[in-house]
């Protein structure tokens, strides 16, 4: 009699999943989660992570991505080499994709038209999670994706308060529609008071902060960057869970480990 063949070994557990509080396929357990990245270090993956995970057969989820830095067949390549078809998900009304690439109000120039340009991107946005709702998806959970916050500012002409409002319309559909936000931006662009201070507000109000960083080694064959999870126990609370790893980014993903446990 043959002996059985030795189980797979155990999978590595996602570092990333693990910090975020995610379950299998689950929704979030949080609703505002704020991404900061630098020049050097692209936090974008962290977004494809999200995209990915709302679409898969595991989940039940639903997405409005908002696409300023990259158009959708940016997007569509690299979701692909993940194993996830945008083509597909928006087909099956799961992913609504606005591409503001080419964007008429950012060319805008008057105070009021900008003004009306972002709540025209607002009630976009709440007409595709309506779109969403109408169909098959009732049951299911939606996430709002910004994909580079400077290009908002880029729209309102260096006016952060035109940004602030716009965000403070998407973060009240947390509650109101029931849906989960995540906003990327570049932490080392911003030069003005203003822009600093926005910055320092969507810490303050975002249930978690994900910071991705070069290593103080600088960039390294094996390991691209440094990632901190900031679980706060509220909006504007304490800091409840810290957690801190390395990665490393793949054609096909990304790979989470703890400083050391590469050799």
């Known amino acids: 009699m043959n002996p059985s063949p030795p189980p797979p070994p155990p999978r590595d557990p996602d570092l990333l999943e693990e910090a975020l509080g995610l379950g299998r396929g689950g929704s979030p357990p949080w609703r505002l989660a704020f991404v900061e990245d630098c020049v050097e270090t692209s936090g974008a993956f962290v977004l494809h992570h999200f995209l990915k995970r709302a679409l898969s057969t595991e989940g039940d989820g639903t997405v409005v991505f908002l696409g300023l830095a990259q158009p959708f067949s940016h997007y569509d390549r690299v979701l692909r080499k993940m194993g996830c078809n945008l083509s597909v998900q928006r087909n099956k009304n799961k992913l609504h994709f606005i591409d503001l690439l080419n964007l008429e109000f950012l060319d805008e120039k008057g105070e009021n038209d900008r003004e009306i340009g972002f709540m025209d991107l607002y009630n976009r946005i709440l007409r595709s999670i309506e779109a969403i709702r109408s169909k098959d998806n009732n049951g299911g959970w939606t996430t709002i994706i910004i994909d580079d916050l400077s290009h908002l500012e880029i729209a309102a002409h260096g006016s952060v308060k035109h940004v602030l409002d716009f965000l403070q319309y998407c973060r009240s559909l947390t509650s109101e529609m029931?849906?989960?936000?995540?906003?990327?931006?570049?932490?080392?662009?911003?030069?003005?008071?203003e822009a600093l201070q926005m910055l320092s507000h969507l810490d303050y109000i975002s249930d978690i902060l994900i910071k991705a960083e070069t290593l103080s080694t600088g960039i390294a064959a094996d390991v691209h960057g440094q990632m901190t999870v900031v679980i706060k126990d509220a909006p504007g609370g304490l800091i409840k869970k810290l957690h801190s790893?390395?990665?490393?980014?793949?054609?096909?993903?990304?790979?989470?480990?703890?400083?050391?446990?590469?050799?």
């Open 245 to 263: 790893f390395q990665f490393k980014v793949k054609e096909n993903g990304v790979e989470f480990f703890y400083p050391g446990s590469r050799f």
């Open 178 to 193: 029931d849906c989960f936000l995540v906003i990327l931006n570049h932490e080392d662009i911003h030069s003005s008071d």
